[in-house]
Nanobody
Framework: VQLQAYGGGLVQPGGSLRLSCTTS????????VGWFRQAPGKEREGVSC????????YYADSVKGRFTISRDNAKNTVYLQMDSLKPEDTAVYYC??????????????????????WGQGTLVTVSS
């Protein structure tokens, strides 16, 4: 495991959390970084991505307008700010990087492309 994701926890509906993704092994701003999640009994899905080339971002329709992905290069960290959380956002969240030199997050239709390096997940529970 090369990446570390943390910041999960229990939050009430409508609340906010900020997840962090970092590593001590390489420079994150040299890679495209994505956030994914897997809810119980469901397949893993792409949530958001930030490209290495121009910093462009992508969001799944289910989180658009509520989640924000960003980088802090000085801290070698990528964040996922999650606002207006809903119970259906409950999942284990993972961060991952694309292979060096492959910057695209998704296909033209919005399907997440394969990511190479993954971190351990952090659990987000949205419940009252």
């Amino acid at each position: 495991v090369q990446l570390q994701a943390y910041g999960g926890g229990l939050v009430q509906p409508g609340g906010s959390l900020r997840l962090s993704c970092t590593t001590s092994r390489f420079t994150l701003n040299s890679y495209t970084v994505g956030w994914f999640r897997q809810a119980p009994g469901k397949e893993r899905e792409g949530v958001s991505c930030i490209s290495v080339t121009d910093g462009s971002t992508y969001y799944a329709d289910s989180v658009k307008g509520r989640f924000t992905i960003s980088r802090d290069n000085a801290k070698n960290t990528v964040y996922l700010q999650m606002d207006s959380l809903k119970p259906e956002d409950t999942a284990v969240y993972y961060c991952a990087t694309k292979t060096f030199g492959l910057p695209r997050c998704t296909t033209a239709s919005g399907t997440f492309l394969p990511f190479a390096s993954w971190g351990q997940g952090t659990l987000v529970t949205v419940s009252s």
